[in-house]
């Protein structure tokens, strides 16, 4: 009971100093400098629980201030604390409560199934293309029996081409703003057009079935 407490507590601090102090953390963000390096992450550490800010935005504002390479570098360190962070709560800190109303739903049970089955290659390929949102990922693998490093590699090598992308595109905002905005577009495009063949195939395939 202890622990369920203390780990609602935690989430709810996460959430309230996200949702309060999110104009000053974007301030703090947009000036630079080495505190505003440590501020981001911690930003996006918290947007991993509770998107106060739209991770586009948020990874596109960091990618304008420190470019490319450090942008993206400081979004997926902040991603991956955040996830690792929602992993080992939902591992640790309310299992049982967790665990009891996932039973309700029977597609998120069928997400189980798909990310046990070949932990690594599902939760890449989840990460690369979103069929499944990314804190459903996180809450799933953490009440399964996914191993730690399993998880973490497969979600840092899958959150890089989008951190990357939004990176270079808020890089490149300021000089070209069309170009960075179509830049995204097109990502967003392929994505969705990867995840209609995916549901168009699942339709067929249940038909046939």
Not at 92 to 97: A, E, P, Q, V
């Amino acid at each position: 009971m202890i622990k369920r407490f203390t780990t609602i507590a935690v989430f709810l601090l996460i959430v309230t100093v996200g949702y309060l102090q999110k104009d000053e953390l974007l301030n703090l963000i947009n000036g630079g400098g080495t505190i505003a390096i440590t501020i981001s992450m911690l930003f996006v550490a918290i947007c991993v629980f509770f998107p106060v800010v739209p991770f586009p935005v948020l990874a596109g504002v960091i990618g304008a201030v420190f470019g490319t390479a450090q942008g993206a570098a400081i979004s997926l360190s902040g991603a991956m604390a955040g996830t690792m962070g929602f992993y080992l709560l939902s591992r640790y800190g309310f299992r049982d409560f967790a665990q009891e109303k996932l039973l309700k739903y029977p597609k998120v049970q069928e997400y189980e199934k798909l990310l046990t089955r070949n932990s690594f290659v599902a939760i890449l390929t989840c990460r690369l293309i979103p069929i499944i949102p990314s804190p459903v990922v996180n809450l799933i693998c953490g009440l399964s029996h996914v191993k730690w490093l399993t998880f973490f590699t497969a979600s840092t090598l899958g959150k890089i081409p989008n951190i990357l992308i939004l990176s270079y595109a808020g890089a490149a905002f300021h000089e070209n703003k069309l170009y960075s905005l179509g830049l995204y577009g097109v990502y967003l495009l392929i994505l969705f057009l990867i995840n209609l063949v995916i549901v168009y195939r699942r339709m067929e395939k249940k038909s046939s079935n």
